[in-house]
């Protein structure tokens, strides 16, 4: 299984021909096709997937997608949903030329529900533009992630992301109350309910959440939205140890409780890839980008009252221990809080810098989270740079891998996989936490799930997507 190399082609799929350009020039407008210059839509944001589409088409209504599609399903035409491009498991971007169907055109945000707070939103919104509409309301999206400037609401709930408010709000699935989904053959699945508590039958929007795009394109959604917190605070701390930071975890839990809404790690490999590469990144630890036994840890707690008292409280907690925290910071203000949050959202674009980054995903215990970045890291020493990060308040590890050597990138990654998979497998947890199962770990999929899941699953794709001309050779094995 290598990720890298290229899966056999669908026989019965068509590339596009002289006769379904007229026709997409029929329904669309000049500026909803692209024909030349589509180098960015046809890689991703690791530069690691390479497409060779000839075509992406941007429609500006759910309408037309569903013309499109229902035209593409007829023909045979495999297709490829595009939002904003951050996916990071080789899901956006064509395995050969299938047509990208981009949705940055569906971007206006129809309506905002005052008593309620539920949005109502087409999908190709991007998240940071939907918090801006949003402000003015004083809520906010129920997630946020790294990507917030460039991905989209319909990528989000494509990829059901977690991000790092996951600890204060609970997944996303819960506040995506309605969906608009156009099905592979052109079908409107008008999905979409203000309600925040439905249980009339199969809740078939839940099918669509986490599909990847291989089910249906979303093309609108309505947002249950949060209030915005009052007060942000944001611990900075440095640490000697991982069993540290499992305690620091476990005092935050309980003397924080429900104003906990973040709690993220970093090893001092990923502290220094992100001292050595982003050039706007403050050293507040002054670190020297020195690899060392530290790690660090940041906490965000959200107060609506008592600000003083819950943080310091937290702190002379953990003062109490002996030899817990090394060094701490507290941002003082707005700019302080970003610029810390920077240094840990930062911590892919920093790998990427180094070499192709080969990105691990995973649930697993918390304990197990050190040990298994070490191991990582000594089975391909001489071949990456391996950092160790992630939502610990989740139990979701990252393990990023930048390779050092452009031409042993297939070696490295035949190091590290199926091993990092197959370990996941006998220990539990999961292959893929948050960021998907794309082209990248399709064919993995038999070591989370059982085969009756499997072949269920893939029962289900061809009720939705028969001629499974939507997001082909991603998801599931053999599709
Ligand atoms: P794309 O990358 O364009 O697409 C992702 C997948 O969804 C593809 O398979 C695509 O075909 C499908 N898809 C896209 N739009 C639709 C649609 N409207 N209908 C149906 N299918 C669709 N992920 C996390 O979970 N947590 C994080 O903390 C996180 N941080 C990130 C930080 C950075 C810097 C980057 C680059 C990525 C991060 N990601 C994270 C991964 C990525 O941002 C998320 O997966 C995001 O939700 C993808 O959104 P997108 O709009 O870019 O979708
Ligand atoms: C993160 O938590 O930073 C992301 O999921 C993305 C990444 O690991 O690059
Ligand atoms: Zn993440």
Redesign the pocket.
Known sequence: FFSLAKKPRNPNHRSIQKQDLEYFQSILSESEIITSDLSKYNV???SKYHGDSKLVLLPNSTQKISQILSYCNTNMLPV??????????G??VPHYDEIILS?QR?NKIIDYDTNNDIVTTE??V??ENLNQYLSQFNTEAP??????G???????????????YLVKHGPLRGYVLGLE?VLANGQIMNLLNKSRKDNTGIDLKQI?IG?????????KANLLCVKKAIEKNLLFIKTSSFQNILQIHNIAKSEIGKNLAAIEWMDSYAYKAVMENIKTAKDVFDSQNKIDQSYYVLIEINTNFNKDLVVEQFYNSLSQVEGLVSECVLAQNDHQFDELWKIR??V??ACGHIGKVFKY?ISLNTAQMDDITKDLRQKCIDLGFTVGYG?IGDGNLHINISCLDKTKEQQLENQIEPYIFEWLSKKGGSIS????L?LMKADYLHLQKKPEVIDCMKNIKKIFDPNLI??PY??LPGI
Not at 80 to 86: D, E, R
Not at 433 to 436: D, L, N, R
Request: hydrophobic residues 35%; contains cysteine.
């Open positions: 991703d944001w690791m490829v949903p595009q939002s904003g491009n951050t996916g990071l498991v899901g956006s949705l569906l999908s190709g991007i998240l997630y946020d992630l790294g990507a917030k460039s991905c989209f609401v319909g990528g989000n709930i494509a990829t059901h992301a977690g991000g790092k989904v669509f599909s990847e795009g291989s089910l249906g394109i979303i093309t959202e930062l892919g674009s995903d939502h936490a948050e960021h998907g794309g939507l997001n991603k998801i």
